[in-house]
Nanobody, 123 residues
Framework: QVQLVESGGGLVQAGGSLRLSCTAS????????MAWFRQAPGKEREFVAA????????DYADSAKGRFTISRDNAKNTVYLQMNSLKPEDTAVYYC????????????????WGQGTQVTVSS
């Protein structure tokens, strides 16, 4: 079983940056694909980025490419999302998620979820 706890959200002006963290409990973090999703009010949860267990592969939604960077530190059981050049449309609750195999962007395919952290970008 893996439990995930996100942190790092907050209020930032457009053009600013935030770094989200997600720390996992348990000893199996290093073999998990980790991802970030987000959900804005009235919208479905959407994929943002994913990283393979040894950080060899990453995957980004078009909206995140060039602005967001996903990374992980398996020694700290933590995955990060560095978000730069933030826009008001990035406002959402950001969720950390985990699964065993690579290649899925559908939230239904992820087994482990954090409680979410709010990111608000003001114009």
């Amino acid at each position: 079983q893996v439990q995930l706890v996100e942190s790092g959200g907050g209020l930032v002006q457009a053009g600013g940056s935030l770094r989200l963290s997600c720390t996992a409990s348990g000893r199996t973090f290093s073999n998990k694909v980790m991802a970030w999703f987000r959900q804005a009010p009235g919208k479905e949860r959407e994929f943002v980025a994913a990283i393979s267990p040894l950080a060899v592969m990453t995957d980004y939604a078009d909206s995140a490419k060039g602005r967001f960077t996903i990374s992980r530190d398996n020694a700290k059981n933590t995955v990060y999302l560095q978000m730069n050049s933030l826009k008001p449309e990035d406002t959402a609750v950001y969720y950390c998620a985990g699964r065993t195999t690579w290649g899925q962007r559908n939230s239904d395919d992820y087994d482990y979820w954090g409680q979410g952290t709010q990111v608000t970008v003001s114009s």
